[in-house]
């Protein structure tokens, strides 16, 4: 059974607490690839600083160095706010019913599951797998807590194409973007982005705040 590591975010930018997230996912779970989607608008938040073109080359720039990691840009393809409900949708209409899904996010991002759209029914079309950041707890939201219940074992991707809650505890990186991209706008350059994605950040003088 294909196993397909799914991790959707802003990415604006991409930096390495995502990369790290992307690698020790595909390692500790044995996915066959990880697809990093970047959304078009996201629904719980402002406009990002770039735009889906931008975000989407600073993406591929990133994980040319990555076996296994792979952009999908399906959601920039719509133009209107993304709703993971309706990627996974198109993802088991290209896959089938047989390939295992897996939905990864932090910690951060799981806390709010379930404001996300149609969150009840993500886990018919995948598994869920959080992944502890540092300075994010899980949550204490009962409706969340009681969603959860037991988590299973990390097989559980490999044994059934969805349902499975897991999670991992990782030495994640205490990084995000909105930290690159105070950074960035100081002029100081960033070492928590790749060095392709530093370089087309300086060459096209992006988040200069200009
Ligand atoms: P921002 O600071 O703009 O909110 P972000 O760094 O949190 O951005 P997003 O693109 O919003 O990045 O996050 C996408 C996914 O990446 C989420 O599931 C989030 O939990 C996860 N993530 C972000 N930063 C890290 C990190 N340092 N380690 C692991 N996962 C991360």
Redesign the pocket.
Known sequence: MKVIGI??????P?????L??AVEAKQSLSLDEVRLI?CHQ?PH?DM?TLTSLQRLHLLSLAIREYEGLVVDDRELQQDQTSYTIKTLHLLREEFGDQASLVL???????SGLDTWYQWQSLRELAHIVV?S??D?PLPTNETLLSWMQEPDERNIVHDQPAGGFVLLQ?S??????????AELKKGRGSQQIPESVARYIKEQRLYTGK
């Not at 990864?104 to 799981?110: H, K, L, R, T, V």
Request: aromatic fraction near 8%; charged fraction near 15%.
């Open positions: 991790f959707g975010g802003t990415f604006d991409v930096h390495n607490g995502h790290q997230m970047p996201p938040r990002p990864m996010m932090g910690a951060d991002a799981f992944m950041r540092p994010s990782q994640l990186l205490p990084i995000s973007s909105t930290q690159v991209r």
